[in-house]
Nanobody, 122 residues
Framework: QVPLVESGGGLVQAGGSLRLSCAAS????????MGWFRQAPGKEREFVAA????????RSADSVKGRFTISRDNAKNTVFLQMNSLKPEDTAVYYC???????????????WGQGTQVTVSS
């Protein structure tokens, strides 16, 4: 098990910024591919961004490219999601997840956090 705890969500006006954090327990954080997902009311959960084990490679959904940045600090067992130029349609519960897959992207995620609410007002 890899306990994951998200933080940093909240209420922000359109055009504003938030930085989400996801702290993991254990000594093997650097062995996991990490991802961020979100789920808006009445919608399916969707991929937001992912980052390789070293942090050298990232991938983002088209809907957030140029606005959101994923990063990680393996020394602190933490992955981040910097969200800029927020839009009302970014309103959702945001989840971080960890994957044991030997691959980096388009993988199954094995562990999930409880989520943090992000609300963007217009």
């Amino acid at each position: 098990q890899v306990p994951l705890v998200e933080s940093g969500g909240g209420l922000v006006q359109a055009g504003g910024s938030l930085r989400l954090s996801c702290a993991a327990s254990g000594r093997t954080f650097s062995t996991y591919v990490m991802g961020w997902f979100r789920q808006a009311p009445g919608k399916e959960r969707e991929f937001v961004a992912a980052i390789s084990r070293s942090g050298g490679t990232t991938r983002s959904a088209d809907s957030v490219k140029g606005r959101f940045t994923i990063s990680r600090d393996n020394a602190k067992n933490t992955v981040f999601l910097q969200m800029n130029s927020l839009k009302p349609e970014d309103t959702a519960v945001y989840y971080c997840a960890a994957s044991n897959s030997p691959y980096t992207f388009n993988v199954r995620y094995d562990y999930w956090g409880q989520g943090t609410q992000v609300t963007v007002s217009s």
